[in-house]
Nanobody, 130 residues
């Protein structure tokens, strides 16, 4: 069993910053790609960013590229999402997820980009006021 626990959400004004954290436990996370997703009211869940646990390769949705940064601390088994220059349209519940790289790293990243993951966190609310 894998547990993912997000934290760091909250209310921020447009132009502000927040850092989300995703603490992982239960399995060897060097064999997982990690991703962040978000779901706004009335919309489908969408991919935000991903990172390979054993490497430094990162991937972003076009809507957040240049504003958001995904990173990880292997010692703390935690993945972060630094969000800068926040906009009201970034308002959503943000989820952390893990995808096994058993079938290959590229396939794991592709799966995350397609909203597919093996494990999901419970989500944390981010609200950006105008």
């Amino acid at each position: 069993q894998v547990q993912l626990v997000e934290s760091g959400g909250g209310l921020v004004q447009a132009g502000g910053s927040l850092r989300l954290s995703c603490a992982a436990s239960g399995r060897t996370f060097s064999t997982y790609a990690m991703g962040w997703f978000r779901q706004a009211p009335g919309k489908e869940r969408e991919f935000v960013a991903a990172i390979m646990w054993s490497g430094s390769n990162t991937y972003y949705a076009d809507s957040v590229k240049g504003r958001f940064t995904i990173s990880r601390d292997n010692a703390k088994v935690t993945v972060y999402l630094q969000m800068n220059s926040l906009k009201p349209e970034d308002t959503a519940v943000y989820y952390c997820a893990a995808k096994s790289v058993f079938l290959g790293s590229s396939k794991a990243i592709m799966a995350l980009r397609n909203n597919e993951a093996d494990y999901w966190g419970q989500g944390t609310q981010v609200t950006v006021s105008s």
